[in-house]
């Protein structure tokens, strides 16, 4: 979940292709596209597999509720933001209120992901940012990684990590 032009699909076609295949051009999500993949966790036995199916959310308003129906039932929830957007930043506190009001009876955990982090002379978003660390801590966010859907730097980070949660 996250705002619009965050590279939500980006990260999960990058996920998805293991890197192989990064979108060509922007394509609006509409509504939602979903995507299945069995994760081997690095390092683990043979056996330390995930099935992660993917709701890749579209970040626009009117899809909302389609959007509530989606996390409803997810283990996890990988939430992204544009390093070089500081409004997409700011907006995870809406995207959080909205994963906890509807998965209020059950704690899930909460994953970051700051995209876009090749594009450095367009950075607004650092990761030295104490409102980052005041957010993380706030929220219980579990992980917070920052790469780039572009370069698969991160990508395979982050759902190792989620994989590994998920795993306990």
Excluded at 27 to 53: R, Y
Aim: net charge negative.
């Amino acid at each position: 979940m996250g705002d619009p032009l965050t590279g939500k699909t980006a990260i999960t076609q990058m996920f998805m292709s293991d890197g192989g295949k990064f979108p060509k051009a922007y394509s609006l999500t509409f509504s939602i596209d979903i995507s299945s993949k069995i994760f081997s966790i690095p390092g683990e036995n043979a056996d330390s597999k995930v099935q992660f199916v993917i709701y890749d959310t579209s970040g626009h308003d009117i899809y909302t509720d389609v959007v509530k129906k989606c996390i409803k039932n997810c283990d996890v929830l990988l939430l992204v933001y544009d390093v070089t957007s500081e409004s997409s930043f700011e907006n995870l506190k809406e995207w959080i209120q909205l994963f906890s009001e509807t998965n209020a009876a059950v704690s899930k955990p909460i994953f970051l992901f700051g995209n876009k982090s090749d594009l450095h002379n367009r950075r607004t978003v650092y990761t030295d940012n104490s409102s980052k660390d005041e957010m993380m801590k706030k929220f219980g966010i579990s992980s917070a990684v920052e790469g780039s859907a572009k370069n698969y730097e991160g990508v395979h980070e982050v759902f190792t990590s989620m994989a590994q949660y998920l795993l306990k």
